[in-house]
């Protein structure tokens, strides 16, 4: 169970995962936009490994941190030893439309029985951040909550047919950085529905130092 302590929760979702969930994680399948599947762990190709776990495919929140990402974090701006790659939680079936109205230029993958989810203990809790706490970059521009549910609505409604594939909507992810010697780096688990880490920040993790430019 997830701490309820605030300096609780803060150790809880930077706390890095051990060697052995490390292990289980990277012999978990996930599939690509084709159905296509393959261990998280050959991912990794002697590179670093920067993921970012995204709730259910039609949440709107995830939808533009996915956006920024590939706005501010390009292909161009990568060191040349470090990838990034995205993991859904629903079917693969939605791929191709997610990865359309994200405009993301990283591939995006999907583990549907949400097998890594639990090894690496993500937090399922459908709340939003609280009031008075500051608004993440991300979001600084994606409406209010209101907005963004209805936005969600007509999403959905636009695309009936992935219905059953979108993933389980209480179901939030994070961010994990794997070094190329398979250890990991950097941990996050979002404690809300709009708590990935600042793009700044993942930039300055990554090496890039967008801060002074977001």
Known sequence: MAPT??????TYAQALPTSDELKEAFQVEVYDRAGDKKALGDLIQGKRL??????????????????????????SKLPPNTQIKIIGNGSYQPIDTYATTTS???????????????????????????????KKDYMQNAGTPMSR??????????????????GPKALNGGEVIIAADGTCEYMHRMQNTVDHTNVAELADLIGIGLKSNT
């Open 5 to 10: 302590d605030a300096s609780q929760q803060s």
């Open 50 to 75: 920067v993921l970012i776990f995204t709730r259910h495919f039609w949440c709107l929140n995830c939808q533009a941190y996915v956006r920024a990402i590939s706005e501010k974090i390009p292909h």
């Open 104 to 134: 993301s230029v990283y591939p995006i993958y999907t583990d549907p029985i949400c097998r890594l989810h639990k090894i690496l203990k993500f937090k399922s809790a459908l709340k939003e951040q609280e009031d008075g706490e500051e």
């Open 149 to 166: 549910i209805f936005g969600g609505i007509k999403g959905a409604l636009c695309n009936l047919q992935h219905t059953a594939y979108i």
